[in-house]
């Protein structure tokens, strides 16, 4: 069974940093692609970031796009989301996902193909 766990989120001033840490269990972290996603109250869960097994390909969502910086760390089984340039419409529950299929380099912006999900980890902007 994989688990993951999201840490990071908090409060913090429209224009700041924030970064995201997941933390996934297992051996097999450096197979899968990961994502992050996220949803605002009274809104549908919307993809943010992801990249491929190897770290070398990404995507992002255009409303992050050149604010947002996603990147893994196989050795640590850990994936990173590092948030600059803060925005009131980031304020969000933020969750990592990992890929059901292994080496996967496409359609990673699509909730159905991760098979596993974090917690999640409350992310607040204040403007």
């Known amino acids: 069974q994989v688990q993951l766990v999201e840490s990071g989120g908090g409060l913090e001033q429209a224009g700041g940093s924030m970064r995201l840490s997941c933390a996934a269990s297992?051996?097999?972290?450096?197979?899968?692609?990961m994502g992050w996603f996220r949803q605002a109250p009274g809104k549908e869960r919307q993809f943010v970031a992801a990249?491929?097994?190897?770290?070398?390909?990404?995507y992002y969502a255009d409303s992050v796009k050149g604010r947002f910086t996603i990147s893994r760390d196989n050795t640590k089984n850990t994936v990173y989301l590092q948030m600059n340039g803060l925005k009131f419409e980031d304020t969000a529950v933020y969750y990592c996902a990992r890929d059901s299929m292994p080496r996967r380099w496409t359609g990673l912006g699509k909730a159905e193909v991760y098979g596993y999900w974090g917690q999640g980890t409350q992310v607040t902007v204040s403007s």
């Open positions: 990249i491929n097994n190897r770290g070398d390909v990404t």
């Open positions: 297992g051996r097999t972290f450096s197979v899968f692609a």
